[in-house]
T-cell receptor, first 114, second 110 residues
């Protein structure tokens, strides 16, 4: 079974803090994704990575950065957290046969910025 | 860019059939996926269409028309446990970027 582990289920941070959200996979998958989910807005893509040290901006990258130094780990970084970044953050990997579009998600990290 | 539109809410009766539509605008389109998400849970993959036509998986079927930039998810013999949010997602735009719609909340009533 594919396993995607997000380091923290719940976090509370203060405005201006630097926040790290970690995502680890236990297989050798190239593609990893970070989404945020807000009511009525669905899942919005922040960044994705298709290989080590390779990253692409998604639809809402402003205020975020990412790091992928090793294949199994994809980190989302909020350089200076703001209240509008309060959200559920979901990490996903693309698995299966090439081109099937199947994503496996972690359990999510609910971030509250005060 | 990519955008996907789907209805925000649908209500259907237990045992009935429901269709959830999705229209998309995706550059470099590869295919359309569907995901189910129960409250408090993570999205789970249901189906994927890369070619035109109908794909059937048990009670769920998914359809794609590339020429119309349109797809739908068909749920048959609805059960109460099918109450959830359903998302369409397109793959495209290079490097297998996956973009989601805003989701359709399905309520199944007795």
């Amino acid at each position: 079974d594919v396993k995607v582990t997000q380091s923290s289920r719940y976090l509370v941070k203060r405005t201006g803090e630097k926040v790290f959200l970690e995502c680890v996979q236990d297989m050798d998958h190239e593609n990893m994704f970070w989404y945020r989910q807000d009511p009525g807005l669905g899942l919005r893509l922040i960044y994705f990575s298709y290989d080590v040290k390779m990253k692409e901006k998604g639809d809402i990258p402003e205020g975020y950065s990412v790091s992928r130094e090793k294949k199994e780990r994809f980190s989302l970084i909020l350089e200076s957290a703001s209240t509008n970044q309060t959200s559920m953050y979901l990490c996903a990997i693309m698995s299966g046969v090439y081109g099937t579009g199947e994503l496996f998600f972690g359990e999510g990290s609910r971030l509250t910025v005060l | 860019g990519q955008s996907l539109e789907q209805p925000s809410e649908v209500t259907a009766v237990e045992g009935a059939i429901v269709q959830i539509n999705c229209t998309y605008q995706t550059s470099g389109f590869y295919g359309l996926s569907w995901y189910q998400q129960h409250d408090g849970g993570a999205p789970t993959f249901l189906s994927y269409n890369a070619l035109d036509g109908l794909e059937e998986t048990g009670r769920f079927s998914s359809f794609l028309s590339r020429s119309d930039s349109y797809g739908y998810l068909l749920l048959q013999e609805l059960q109460m446990k099918d109450s959830a949010s359903y998302f369409c997602a397109s793959m495209g735009g290079g490097y297998q970027k996956v973009t989601f719609g805003t989701g359709t909340k399905l309520q199944v009533i007795p």
